[in-house]
């Protein structure tokens, strides 16, 4: 083509020639071809490395056609290497100007009409405008020139030039009207483009709440702690050594430095401030009503028919059955008339009313009251109104008042009493047999002054009651030691046979009778423990803090009495006594009033022994003097280094603490003395009892030879004695069941001090001993 046509073209286009040197350029005028525009679309294709789709070719050669008829010409730059460095506009709208890679030329550089590109720009504008970027940097818009790189590798046609030459129709045209076509069609499209907006938030909404949830996951942690420890195996472990070894040497260094000084400071405690306010009393008011008996009945009844489902006509009648009201009535042990008749109110049973036994309990309370009233004023050491219980004034008597004793304890032995700690009135007798052939069941009563005649309640036991003793800390606690070796707890503040503790084969149960049970306070930190003893030697330790937990304080072993020199006086030999068991029997022991860790106890072979709650396998001190076994051992509760011991040689004999030998002797008969007691309010006084039925009170300050009031009781073989420390009275029970209630009559000296009674006591002593001595050189 010739340079009359190209300036006719008005379109000048500027190319890299390829076999030309760096920095070259040509220019070549002409029309835009078919040709010409596919060899276009292959360099651009061959320097994208993709190949051109239809839409981008026809694109570019339509604007080519428009700038060569505009007459606009587009000049290309490039650098020495080759490389198109031509100034971008800022706004493009082929996505393929934005970026080049490698320097390959992306856009052909046609040319186009001034009114056209503007129109384009404004397109554009208008739509960035009104739609948001993307991520990737391009959007589907639709727009001439605007297709993303995606969109281009799907759309990009495998149409070759010569298949558009078989159409015939010149390759401007075509482009010219694929222009327009693409024009229209971006215009449709931008119609449809709405603004996204969004609505401004009601208060209603602002208002409602916003719940956020933060949870844990694998690699996230709401709280996170760094350990300042790390493990022996970890990699980490070897800096860490060797840090703290570091720093080790380090403070190891600075000690030894001379400019090393511990510094300490002084911090203030926070001051607190208390702020009181005054605020008025509140108003309180009480209300109340007044209800008889009937009123309160006839609610329970309302409240009982109308869960019942009373119907609205009114109560429904019951139908009565004659044969189920014959067999109620032969249940409850009345006779039932075959006829049907009615039965007579009078033979009703007592169960069928409510409170009738309560009252009748306190009916028959307030006609004993009547009938032992001036008895009753004796018991409290009172004057009575008939004058034939009057006691002689000036001398000493023993009165008998009445016995305890009813249908539920007759031929029952007593075998043991105690007062309850509290109520000083209230008596437990405790009843069972001590020979093994005639054991049978055990009860314990417990008898009061509101009636005589009849136990406030009883219990009976599977087993024969052989020791009773009421707790000093809890008085409601009663402690029971059984023939068979067990020992129980019962609540007498809840009436029922079970107890609420008990021994058993596993929690050391004794076994052989326990023959007496006592509390004893061990100081404010051990609290209260009970102790027994038994023949099986065993004096044993019970806790209640975790059940009846044991500990054995000691076991009994058989001593050698004294050594008998013989009369031959060539040999040196003594005779010594030969032992079937190392074991001795335990049958009494008591606790010393100055030091409770210090107690003595009886045996069977009639031996004392002195034993200390520390030592288990040695005793303190042995006392030799009895010849048969011991029944009762007590300390003085006034002289605490003098005691007594009761045995079946028929004696009593005085100790004291430190002489192994007897100081005193006292003996009135030829039976067994099954019990003793010293009085609470004499110290001079104790009482004791015989199998032959006596009762017996001495007085150490009038004599030591004969008792100064005995009682004998026929046909009865009494067991036990108790003095009242709440009157001057003295009971006594034995093999018929009863306990007999005496008073002492110008005996007992309550008003005296302690110091006064323990003077007196010692004088008596004195005196005795005296006596005794000088009766026994004579």
């Not at 083509?1 to 006719?8: A, C, F, L, P, V």
């Not at 040497?249 to 607190?272: H, I, W």
Request: proline content about 4%.
């Amino acid at each position: 083509m010739d340079s009359s046509s190209h300036s006719k073209l008005g379109t000048v286009r500027e190319k890299r020639s390829k076999p030309a040197g760096a920095g070259t350029t040509t220019s070549t005028v002409g029309r835009g071809t078919k040709a010409a525009a596919a060899n276009d679309s292959r360099r651009i294709s061959r320097a994208s490395g993709k190949e051109p789709s239809s839409k981008t070719k026809n694109t570019q050669s339509s604007v080519g056609d428009k700038e060569n008829a505009a007459g606009h010409t587009q000049v290309q730059v490039f650098d020495e290497k080759g490389l198109d460095v031509t100034p971008k506009p800022l706004l493009s709208l082929k996505p393929t100007v934005l970026g080049a890679g490698g320097g390959a030329q992306k856009t052909p550089g046609h040319s186009t009409p001034t009114s056209e590109r503007e129109s384009l720009v404004s397109d554009a504008i208008d739509r960035i405008s009104s739609a948001g970027f993307s991520r990737s940097g391009y959007s589907q818009d639709g727009s001439t020139g605007s297709v993303s790189p995606s969109e281009n590798e799907d759309e990009t046609e495998t149409s070759t030039p010569d298949a558009e030459d078989t159409k015939g129709e010149p390759a401007e045209e075509k482009e010219g009207k694929e222009g327009k076509k693409k024009k229209k069609e971006h215009k449709e499209h931008k119609a449809e483009v709405y603004e996204h907006v969004e609505a401004p938030l009601t208060e209603q909404e602002l208002e409602k709440n916003v719940y956020i949830l933060l949870k844990e996951t694998e690699t996230f942690w709401l709280l996170n702690i760094p350990g300042r420890c790390v493990a022996n195996d970890s990699p980490e472990a070897a800096a860490v050594e060797e840090a703290n070894e570091r720093y080790r040497t380090l403070l190891k260094d600075k000690e030894g430095s001379e400019m090393f000084v511990e510094v300490a400071t002084q911090t203030l405690n926070t001051l607190y401030k208390n702020r009181e306010i005054q605020t008025q009393v509140e108003g309180v008011s009480g209300t109340g009503c007044q209800a008889t008996g009937w009123d309160i009945i006839d609610s329970f009844a309302e409240e009982a028919v109308a869960e019942g489902g009373e119907d609205a006509l009114g109560p429904t009648t019951s139908v009565k059955d004659p044969k189920k009201d014959k067999e109620k009535e032969l249940a409850q042990g009345e006779e039932a008339d075959d006829e049907g008749k009615e039965k007579n109110p009078l033979e009703a049973s007592l169960n069928n009313f409510d409170g009738l036994t309560n009252a009748l309990t306190i009916m028959e309370r307030a006609v004993t009251q009547n009938i032992y009233h001036d008895r009753l004023l004796l018991y409290r050491n009172f004057r009575a109104r008939n004058p034939k219980y009057a006691a002689p004034e000036g001398t000493q008597a023993m009165q008998h008042l009445w016995d305890f004793t009813c249908d539920l304890t007759k031929d029952r032995n007593v075998s043991c009493m105690v007062w309850n700690k509290m109520k000083k009135d209230m008596l437990a007798v405790g009843y069972g047999q001590f020979e093994f052939s005639k054991q049978k069941d055990g009860m314990v009563a417990f008898w009061s002054l509101k009636n005589p005649d009849y136990p406030d309640w009883v219990f009976r036991a599977p087993c024969g009651v052989t020791s009773l003793d009421f707790s000093k800390q809890q008085p409601s606690l009663l402690a029971v030691g059984f023939y068979d070796g067990m020992v129980a707890i019962y609540d007498v503040r809840a009436p029922t046979d079970k107890p609420i503790l008990e021994t058993g084969h596993t929690s050391g149960k004794h076994s052989d009778p326990v023959w007496k049970l006592q509390w004893v306070e061990r100081g404010s930190e051990r609290g209260e423990v009970l102790i027994s003893i038994s023949t099986d030697g065993r004096v044993t330790q019970w806790s209640i803090k975790k059940g009846l937990e044991c500990q054995d304080l000691m076991l009994l072993k058989r001593v050698h009495r004294r050594t008998m020199p013989t009369n031959t006086a060539s040999t040196k030999n003594t005779k010594t006594e030969a032992f079937i068991s190392r074991r001795s029997s335990g049958m009494c022991f008591d606790f010393s009033p100055k030091d409770p860790s210090i107690y003595v106890t009886g045996t069977e072979d009639g031996n004392i022994h002195k034993c200390s709650c520390s030592y288990s396998e040695q005793y303190l001190e042995s006392y030799f003097g009895h010849s048969g076994p011991l029944y009762q051992i007590q300390w003085s509760p006034f002289a605490h280094n003098l005691f007594l011991s009761a045995s079946a040689d028929w004696s009593v004999k005085l100790w004291q603490e430190d002489s192994d030998t007897a100081l005193i002797t006292f003996q009135s008969g030829n039976e067994e003395v099954a019990d003793l007691q010293w009085s609470p309010t004499n110290s001079t006084v104790f009482g004791t009892v015989t199998c032959d039925g006596r009762l017996e009170v001495w007085d150490l300050s009038v004599s030591t030879l004969k008792p100064i009031l005995a009682h004998t009781l026929e046909e009865n073989k009494l067991s036990c004695l108790l003095f009242s420390e709440a009157s001057p009275i003295v009971v006594c029970g034995g093999s018929n069941g009863s306990v007999s209630v005496f008073r002492l009559v110008g005996v007992d000296r309550p008003d005296d001090t302690s110091e006064e009674q323990l003077r007196r006591l010692e004088d008596a002593m004195s005196s005795n001993i005296m006596s005794t001595s000088e009766e026994s050189k004579s």
